[in-house]
């Protein structure tokens, strides 16, 4: 499956923004989704995960309660919205796909659990 980030841009503090993720190449169904980021001079950190039918979603405790994680399998697109956005939230955002398994559940907020990767959109946010 080949994933299409896109969504970035430089906003404001407090301003809200929603990353889109399109999957492409294989049955998007048989995938979960998650959102990495990577900050300047930084290690890529887990933001959110959602399972293939969308019934289980994740997120970091860095962002919950400000990021909502969605998907439409019709679209084959996995939606992040960002909301009350902050500085510190600058960074490239990656989705990234992993085969629906049992490994996924236990291990989602891992990167080496995603197979394939997008290549990534900048969220840059001005205080």
């Known amino acids: 499956v080949q994933l299409q980030a896109s969504g970035g841009g430089l906003v404001q503090t407090g301003a809200s923004l929603i990353l889109s993720c399109v999957a492409s190449?294989?049955?998007?169904?048989?995938?979960?989704v998650g959102w990495f980021r990577q900050a300047p001079g930084e290690e890529r950190e887990f933001v959110s995960a959602?399972?293939?039918?969308?019934?289980?979603?994740y997120y970091a405790d860095s962002v919950k309660g400000r990021l909502s994680i969605s998907r439409d399998n019709a679209l084959n697109t996995v939606y992040l919205q960002l909301d009350s956005l902050k500085p510190e939230d600058t960074a490239v955002y990656y989705c990234a796909a992993a085969r629906s398994s049992q490994n996924w559940v236990t291990f989602y907020q891992k990167s080496w659990v995603y197979t394939h990767w997008g290549q990534g959109t900048l969220v840059t946010v001005s205080s």
């Open positions: 190449g294989d049955i998007f169904t048989d995938y979960s």
């Open positions: 959602i399972s293939w039918r969308g019934s289980n979603r």
